[in-house]
């Protein structure tokens, strides 16, 4: 079982440049042969209980000079990581972090460890283990490591211990080491902290009264997200008998004062035996100046969703809802307005769903962000499916949800408030592959609040773009500026079912890079099918009965087989996305992005999806074009290109760190000094890309 811990490695964000490479341009091919990292698996004990849990840790001894990374590491590095390959039955928690130190490269600030660090893990073993028996943990530890070099290194580890009969002994060196350790991983704070933000200044509280100022030696503060404070600034710390105050320089992400500040505090203490340092965990929520209020994101949302009906991701869509403001146009008002709120309905439903299940799976651990539905093959081609047979539909295959043949019909107006219903609901799975401008900061706040009020976010956001299209429904005045219905819209009707078949074609083209061409061919036979059951239906309508019925039971099979063939293709989908880099681009990893930050060199962070209509759009405008090319080359600009088409923790950690919850994302790294990276905006234009560089680099 893979170690939770890919979420802090996308937060190598890095903030200021590391010191040039000392002494000759390269290291000798020997000197980086030797490990500058011994890493070793401990354990507590030196046999398994059965259905007990025990404690193991990664142990690293770390070559003097060098240091290796905490879950957050500061402004450049990578948090070590073991991907597990555990026996049958046994669980492995994540890393619990030791407090680390400030190590102090150049103009950076580095949370890390140097000398030698235990990381404890947490195994649960299970209850049918043969007492005896020799058991094996297994795994791959991969790790950064730097002076003024960073060097990425790994190591396979392993551990075997045969299964207790009855108690388990200890292991009295691995015991001591992981207690050692233990003993340095903060604790739950007992006093409440909050924090206030200027546009300079962060300024951290924490209430504890009767403190004993004059005993307090120390005091440093780790924040386990990046972006809220200036790493590299100096701390200035107040102790009173009221409690602990600490001014910090801000740091460079607007939206990382918008939500709670949590880290860690580290308190260094005159006792009698000498001086004590105890770590404690803080979660401080702010307290005004600066953050973002419910309303604000409320307003940002709205705005986001009415951009949303403009975006090309929403288009196919658009022509449904035209159609459908056209066939009613000469009905009575009342039917129009009710098939403007049964629209909102379903924009407003499916974004309770998609919000629901969103927040349920980030409670639980799993990172995901805005369109993560999107990452699964599965949903692709299903979204796919749905698509082509509504565009077989208006090309007057088959007809969906019936015909609303008498405007005072109660049954054919119900079926046509369904219609409207859907309409509503599939607009809201045709936006998550966009994000328009307002969204970023809107979706990050509400991730980070308590359920109701971040759905309130999320209704909002739904709210605006179903707005437009509820509008023209609810004033009569408008009805004046839709055409009259009549024989021209069968034509339009079958015309604009191509803007759908271009979807489907491009869903598919997403599934390719998702899961490769076994999937695909699953995806095409399914639509194959999809046609052959709309024909089936289509041809049987002036037959006799009996064969009307073996038509629609063939067609409903056909159906069905093609949904099951949609519902493998996660099964078929590789580890790693597929998606092409394309040229004079790198895939990103983090220990490349400390590799070039390390040698002083602008980088250009390119987090995308191929789901994503707005990334891939503002690739072709900006970031493939010729002038962004030269430039790039002119600079000596390392472009990197983050993918999160299939899911990628360590990615959606490294967007929340910068306060969003989808891509695009785009981060400009200086060269030379300079001090934090830049993020542009989520619509490019090959003049905002150029600036960004002509500003930064020299």
Same mark, same amino acid.
């Given at each position: 079982?893979?170690?939770?811990?890919e979420?802090?490695?996308?937060?190598?964000?890095?903030?200021?440049?590391?010191?040039?490479?000392?002494?000759?341009?390269?290291?000798?091919a020997? %000197?980086?042969?030797?490990?500058?990292?011994?890493?070793?698996?401990?354990?507590?004990?030196?046999?398994?209980?059965?259905?007990?849990?025990?404690?193991?840790?990664?142990?690293q001894?770390?070559?003097?000079?060098?240091?290796?990374?905490?879950?957050?590491?500061?402004?450049?590095?990578e948090?070590?990581?073991?991907?597990?390959?555990?026996?049958?039955?046994?669980t492995?928690?994540s890393?619990?972090?030791?407090?680390?130190?400030?190590?102090?490269?150049?103009?950076?600030?580095?949370?890390?460890?140097?000398?030698?660090?235990?990381?404890?893990?947490?195994?649960?073993?299970?209850r049918?283990?043969?007492?005896?028996?020799?058991?094996t943990?297994?795994?791959?530890?991969?790790?950064?490591?730097? #002076?003024?070099?960073?060097?990425?290194?790994?190591?396979?580890?392993?551990?075997?211990?045969? $299964?207790? %009969?009855?108690?388990?002994r200890?292991?009295?060196?691995?015991?001591?080491?992981?207690?050692?350790?233990?003993?340095a991983?903060?604790?739950?704070?007992?006093?409440?902290?909050?924090?206030?933000?200027?546009?300079?200044?962060?300024?951290?509280?924490?209430?504890?009264?009767?403190?004993?100022? #004059?005993?307090?030696?120390?005091?440093?503060?780790?924040?386990?997200?990046?972006?809220?404070?200036?790493?590299?600034?100096?701390?200035?710390?107040r102790?009173?008998?009221?409690?602990?105050?600490?001014?910090?320089a801000?740091?460079?992400?607007?939206?990382?004062?918008?939500?709670?500040?949590d880290?860690?505090?580290?308190?260094?203490?005159?006792?009698?035996?000498?001086?004590?340092?105890?770590?404690?965990?803080?979660?401080?929520?702010?307290r005004?100046?600066?953050?973002?209020?419910?309303?604000?994101?409320?307003?940002?949302?709205? $705005?986001?969703?009415?951009?949303?009906?403009?975006?090309?991701?929403?288009?196919?869509?658009?022509?449904?809802?035209?159609?459908?403001?056209?066939? /009613?146009?000469?009905?009575?008002?009342?039917?129009?307005?009710?098939?403007?709120?049964?629209?909102?309905?379903?924009?407003?439903?499916?974004?309770?769903?998609?919000?629901?299940?969103?927040?349920?799976?980030?409670?639980?651990?799993?990172?995901?962000?805005?369109?993560?539905?999107?990452?699964?093959?599965?949903?692709?081609?299903?979204?796919?499916?749905?698509?082509?047979?509504?565009?077989?539909?208006?090309?007057g295959?088959?007809?969906?949800?019936?015909?609303?043949?008498?405007?005072?019909?109660?049954?054919?107006?119900?079926?046509?408030?369904?219609?409207?219903?859907?309409?509503?609901?599939?607009?809201?799975?045709?936006?998550?592959?966009?994000?328009?401008?307002?969204?970023?900061?809107?979706?990050?706040?509400?991730?980070?609040?308590?359920?109701?009020?971040?759905?309130?976010?999320?209704?909002?956001?739904?709210?605006?773009?179903?707005?437009?299209?509820?509008?023209?429904?609810?004033?009569?005045?408008?009805?004046?500026?839709?055409?009259?219905?009549g024989?021209?819209?069968?034509?339009?009707?079958?015309?604009?079912?191509?803007?759908?078949?271009?979807?489907?074609?491009?869903?598919?083209?997403?599934?390719?890079?998702?899961?490769?061409?076994?999937?695909?061919?699953?995806?095409?036979?399914?639509?194959?099918?999809?046609?052959?059951?709309?024909?089936?239906? /289509?041809?049987?309508?002036?037959?006799?009965?009996?064969?009307?019925?073996?038509?629609?039971?063939?067609?409903?099979?056909?159906?069905?087989?093609?949904?099951a063939?949609?519902?493998?293709? %996660?099964?078929?989908?590789?580890?790693?996305?597929?998606?092409?880099?394309?040229?004079?681009?790198?895939?990103?990893?983090?220990?490349?992005?400390?590799?070039?930050?390390?040698?002083?060199?602008?980088?250009?962070?390119?987090?995308?999806?191929?789901?994503?209509?707005?990334?891939?759009?503002?690739?072709?405008?900006?970031? /493939?074009?010729?002038?962004?090319? %030269?430039?790039?080359? /002119?600079?000596?600009?390392?472009?990197?290109?983050a993918?999160?088409?299939?899911?990628?923790?360590?990615?959606?950690?490294?967007?929340?760190?910068?306060?969003?919850?989808?891509?695009?994302?785009?981060?400009?790294?200086?060269?030379?000094?300079?001090?934090?990276?830049?993020?542009?905006?989520?619509?490019?234009?090959?003049?905002?890309?150029?600036?960004?560089?002509?500003?930064?680099?020299?």
């Open positions: 079982m893979r170690i939770a811990m979420g802090a490695v996308a937060r190598v964000l890095v903030a200021a440049v590391l010191l040039a490479v000392a002494g000759s341009p390269a290291v000798a020997t %000197d980086l042969a030797e490990p500058r990292v011994r890493v070793e698996l401990v354990s507590e004990v030196r046999e398994i209980p059965a259905g007990g849990a025990f404690w193991i840790g990664l142990r001894r770390i070559a003097p000079g060098w240091h290796t990374y905490w879950m957050n590491p500061g402004d450049s590095g948090p070590p990581r073991v991907d597990w390959a555990p026996a049958a039955g046994f492995l928690d890393f619990v972090w030791p407090h680390p130190e400030r190590i102090r490269v150049g103009p950076a600030m580095s949370y890390g460890y140097t000398g030698e660090v235990v990381l404890p893990i947490r195994v649960t073993a299970p049918d283990l043969r007492p005896g028996s020799p058991v943990l297994r795994g791959h530890a991969s790790w950064l490591v730097c #002076e003024k070099i960073c060097i990425p290194e790994e190591a396979p580890v392993a551990l075997t211990l045969p $299964a207790a %009969d009855g108690a388990a200890a292991d009295a060196r691995g015991a001591a080491l992981i207690a050692a350790a233990r003993r991983v903060p604790v739950p704070s007992p006093w409440p902290a909050s924090f206030s933000a200027t546009r300079d200044v962060v300024t951290l509280a924490v209430a504890a009264p009767g403190l004993a100022a #004059e005993r307090i030696a120390d005091v440093a503060f780790y924040p386990t997200g990046w972006g809220a404070i200036d790493n590299a600034a100096p701390q200035r710390v102790t009173d008998a009221r409690g602990i105050t600490l001014e910090i801000r740091g460079p992400l607007p939206d990382a004062v918008q939500r709670p500040l880290g860690v505090l580290v308190v260094t203490e005159r006792l009698d035996g000498g001086l004590v340092r105890q770590a404690f965990a803080l979660n401080a929520p702010p005004g100046g600066g953050t973002l209020s419910l309303l604000a994101a409320m307003t940002l949302a709205l $705005a986001g969703g009415v951009v949303l009906n403009l975006m090309p991701c929403v288009l196919p869509v658009l022509s449904v809802k035209a159609l459908a403001l056209v066939r /009613h146009a000469g009905g009575h008002a009342s039917t129009l307005r009710r098939h403007g709120v049964a629209y909102t309905a379903g924009v407003l439903a499916s974004f309770v769903l998609v919000a629901g299940v969103l927040l349920a799976l980030r409670a639980g651990g799993t990172q995901l962000g805005w369109g993560f539905q999107l990452q699964s093959p599965t949903f692709v081609t299903l979204l796919a499916f749905v698509l082509w047979a509504l565009a077989l539909s208006l090309s295959l088959f007809v969906i949800g019936g015909r609303v043949t008498a405007a005072g019909s109660t049954l054919a107006a119900r079926r046509g408030y369904a219609g409207s219903f859907f309409t509503g609901a599939l607009a809201t799975v045709a936006a998550t592959p966009c994000t328009a401008p307002f969204m970023g900061a809107a979706l990050g706040y509400a991730v980070t609040q308590p359920w109701p009020t971040a759905l309130l976010v999320f209704e909002a956001l739904g709210f605006g773009l179903a707005l437009p299209f509820l509008i023209l429904t609810l004033v009569p005045a408008w009805r004046r500026m839709l055409p009259t219905p024989a021209w819209m069968v034509r339009l009707q079958q015309l604009l079912a191509f803007p759908l078949y271009a979807t489907v074609a491009w869903l598919v083209w997403v599934v390719s890079l998702q899961a490769g061409p076994p999937a695909v061919a699953a995806a095409l036979a399914g639509l194959l099918l999809i046609a052959l059951a709309a024909w089936l239906h /289509h041809a049987s309508r002036g037959a006799r009965a009996r064969w009307r019925r073996a038509a629609t039971l063939a067609a409903v099979a056909l159906a069905i087989v093609s949904v063939l949609g519902a493998f293709t %996660d099964a078929m989908a590789s580890r790693r996305s597929a998606a092409a880099i394309g040229a004079g681009w790198e895939p990103y990893s983090a220990g490349r992005l400390a590799e070039l930050r390390a040698a002083g060199k602008p980088v250009f962070v390119n987090v995308t999806a191929a789901w994503c209509i707005t990334c891939l759009v503002n690739e072709r405008v900006a970031l /493939h074009s010729r002038a962004v090319a %030269d430039a790039f080359a /002119h600079k000596g600009v390392t472009a990197l290109k993918d999160w088409t299939r899911p990628d923790p360590g990615i959606t950690q490294m967007l929340g760190a910068f306060g969003r919850n989808g891509v695009p994302l785009y981060l400009v790294y200086p060269a030379g000094g300079g001090a934090q990276p830049t993020v542009l905006p989520q619509i490019l234009s090959e003049a905002v890309v150029l600036n960004a560089f002509d500003k930064e680099t020299p």
